[in-house]
């Protein structure tokens, strides 16, 4: 009986002989952690339908930040939950607001952990969409001057990186020159540049206390089935000055993120988003499968279709695994 000179299976006989060949690592460095920020004091507030995730109050926010540190996580992106909302959005570019507070928590409890900003208006409207609306339509070009007004205030607080999450039409070069107008040459712009309307956001806007009043967000965000289409938003974003990509959600959509990685050289970011990352653990809890395994295997997934980035409501866990 004649057998194979070439075995596969060798190097994969022991644990050693497979970290010594693997392709794709996983490390701290690609992880950052999502935060929730609302009004009060001592608020550390469980979501329901994320495990593990919470709400903090501005105070909480610097102990959050550093456990973050501890974990040994280079970044966190911060959501921002206001008592009060309005038809214009008026809290999200509020000097006092609840993003820019906590923004400058977080950088004077940790000075040197990087803190993204979400820049958007879904928080701060009454109506729960991502810009102005008028007659139920969102309007673009109006919902793009509270952006650039947002994301200025943000980068006065302190923010390392704006990411402006909306899908309006020339929002990043609106920010950009916004930015630069007032000093801020040197803020990055990470631009949610192709945000797909998925149907793994629910526990996201349960946390956000985001949803849409009527309607829904189809006519600005993008279109699950096009691929296209999601490229040419990348290379227009990166056209109006963005300095990293994201796709978004990432499982459904790591075949755009292999293309994008592909076709830019930028760094590309790719969020995990709170469906994908409540889906392992409802199922972990009913013992379908293992959660952590289950957990690492999406992250190296991610890292693997070409993301230099991964946004995870797991990075502490995964980070307490990593060697």
């Not at 996983?26 to 339908?49: H, I, T």
């Not at 040459?185 to 949803?211: M, N, Q």
């Not at 990166?238 to 990432?250: C, F, R, T, Y």
């Amino acid at each position: 009986m004649s057998f194979p000179r070439t075995r596969l299976r060798r190097l994969r006989r022991t644990a050693s002989l497979r970290r010594m060949v693997r392709e794709t690592r996983v490390s701290r460095d690609d992880l950052v952690l999502p935060l929730f920020a609302v009004e009060g004091r001592g608020v550390r507030e469980p979501v329901p339908s994320m495990p593990g995730v919470y709400r903090h109050s501005v105070d909480q926010l610097a102990d959050e930040a550093k456990r973050v540190r501890d974990h040994g996580l280079p970044a966190v992106i911060l959501f921002g939950i206001p008592d009060a909302k309005d038809a214009r959005g008026s809290g999200a570019d509020d000097a006092n607001g609840i993003v820019q507070r906590a923004t400058a928590a977080i950088k004077a409890a940790e000075p040197e952990l990087c803190v993204i900003t979400d820049v958007c208006l879904c928080e701060y409207t009454d109506h729960g969409h991502c810009g102005i609306v008028e007659a139920e339509q969102v309007r673009n070009d109006p919902s793009v001057e509270r952006l650039a007004l947002t994301a200025v205030s943000q980068a006065r607080a302190g923010a390392d990186v704006v990411a402006p999450s909306d899908m309006m039409d020339g929002r990043v070069g609106a920010i950009r020159t916004a930015l630069d107008s007032n000093g801020f040459e040197e803020v990055v712009i990470l631009s949610y540049a192709a945000k797909y309307a998925s149907a793994y956001y629910g526990p996201f806007r349960d946390a956000a206390e985001s949803t849409p009043a009527f309607g829904d967000r189809r006519a600005y965000q993008m279109d699950p089935p096009n691929q296209r289409e999601a490229l040419r938003e990348m290379r227009l974003d990166l056209e109006e000055g963005a300095d990293i990509l994201m796709v978004k959600p990432a499982l459904p959509y790591l075949d755009v993120l292999a293309e994008a990685r592909r076709a830019f050289e930028v760094p590309l970011a790719a969020y995990h988003v709170s469906g994908e990352y409540a889906a392992i653990l409802a199922a972990a809890e009913r013992g379908w499968l293992d959660g952590e395994r289950a957990m690492d295997e999406a992250l190296v997934a991610i890292k693997r279709a070409g993301a230099d980035l991964i946004l995870t409501y797991a990075a502490k866990d995964v980070a307490a695994r990593l060697d």
